[in-house]
């Protein structure tokens, strides 16, 4: 079983949709984790940190659920520059080593 | 944070010849990894770049098909040898901390004939 599974989608929702993820994780000792964006066929940026208590950017919101092993990310007012594939990302506590999901491809259609 | 640049950015070449991919950081950083995509699929992690020393291999991974340099802590090169079409995918380097997330160069798209 994978460290870190997410839903891969695709997620299809019209502008200006709310849309949720969630990532599960089963590695317990998983300290900090991150949500990136890969656009098709080029290099994964980091979009956000995710915190116990809750990470806010603009229309993006990141929560952490350590009691069920998840991470997820709310993206409010869908823009078609959304489309993408949103990478969940956990590190143990002293690895270097990041464990990524598989990624969820997000469509924003008109 | 971190400056990644790889090159080249995009490459075909024929099966059973060897590319090296560079991968140049605009500072120093410790910790350098070489990963790859294939289509559809997650990040692989090939291998760990030690600085000084022989890179550390993820399962599956050897270094007389993996090659890896790292000379410096700004620098490391990834070799893809005796290429077949199942090599064909992006390849990445990356640079983190321990806690911190990683930042990635803009890949290498490695195609294979």
């Known amino acids: 079983r994978k460290e870190v599974e997410q839903d891969p989608g695709p997620f299809n929702v019209p502008e200006g949709a709310t849309v949720a993820f969630n990532c599960t994780y089963s590695?317990?000792?998983?300290?900090?984790f991150f949500w990136y964006r890969q656009d098709c066929r080029k290099e994964p940026k980091l979009l956000m940190s995710?915190?116990?208590s809750g990470n806010e950017d603009g229309r993006f919101t990141a929560q952490l659920n350590r009691a069920s092993q998840y991470i997820s990310l709310l993206i409010r007012d869908s823009k078609l520059s959304d489309s993408a594939t949103y990478l969940c990302?956990?590190?143990?506590?002293?690895?270097?080593?990041?464990?990524f999901g598989r990624g969820t491809s997000l469509i924003v259609h008109p | 944070s971190a400056v990644i640049s790889q090159k080249p950015s995009r490459d075909i070449c024929q099966r059973g010849t060897s590319l090296t991919i560079q991968c140049q950081v605009d500072?120093?950083?410790?910790?350098m990894f070489w990963y790859r995509q294939q289509p559809g699929q997650s990040l692989t992690l090939i291998a760990t770049?030690?600085?000084?020393?022989?890179?550390?291999?993820e399962s599956g991974f050897v270094i007389d098909k993996f090659p890896i340099s790292r000379p410096n802590l700004t620098f490391s090169t990834l070799t893809v040898s005796n290429m077949s079409p199942e090599d064909s995918s992006i390849y990445l380097c990356?640079?983190?901390?321990?806690?911190?997330?990683?930042?990635f160069g803009d890949g290498t798209r490695l195609s294979i004939l």
């Open positions: 770049a030690n600085q000084g020393s022989e890179a550390t291999y």
């Open positions: 590695n317990s000792a998983s300290q900090s």
């Open positions: 995710v915190y116990s």
């Open positions: 500072s120093q950083v410790t910790m």
């Open positions: 990302v956990g590190l143990s506590g002293g690895s270097y080593i990041p464990t």
């Open positions: 990356s640079v983190g901390d321990s806690h911190e997330p990683q930042h």
